[in-house]
């Protein structure tokens, strides 16, 4: 892969809602939901993008539930948090008035 495409241009369905509901996504590609539909919405913008590779940064693994039509690579991360506020201190003040 030479550099990062921007797939907003590709996007289909939810996911390009979901561009204009929260433009600082950037040009990271959502997963909105693992529904029939988002699936297939989330097959089609990814097989529309002109790119030679995805790097697929999802909790599952895409290729087990979507055909892509280009080679994929799948990452895993970890959150190592370092200082205060930590996530969970963060969660906690946002959503206090929830309980």
Do not use: H
Request: charged share 30%.
């Amino acid at each position: 892969a030479k550099e990062i495409i921007d797939p907003r241009p590709y996007a289909v369905g939810s996911i390009a809602e979901t561009y204009v509901k929260y433009p600082d996504i950037g040009i990271l590609l959502p997963a909105m939901g693992y529904g029939k539909k988002q699936v297939q919405e989330l097959e089609e913008t990814i097989n529309a993008a002109d790119c030679d590779l995805v790097i697929i940064g999802t909790p599952i693994d895409l290729t087990r539930i979507i055909q892509i039509n280009k080679k994929s690579i799948r990452v895993k991360y970890e959150l190592q948090e370092i200082g205060r506020p930590n996530l969970e201190e963060v969660l906690n003040q946002k959503f206090k008035d929830r309980r």
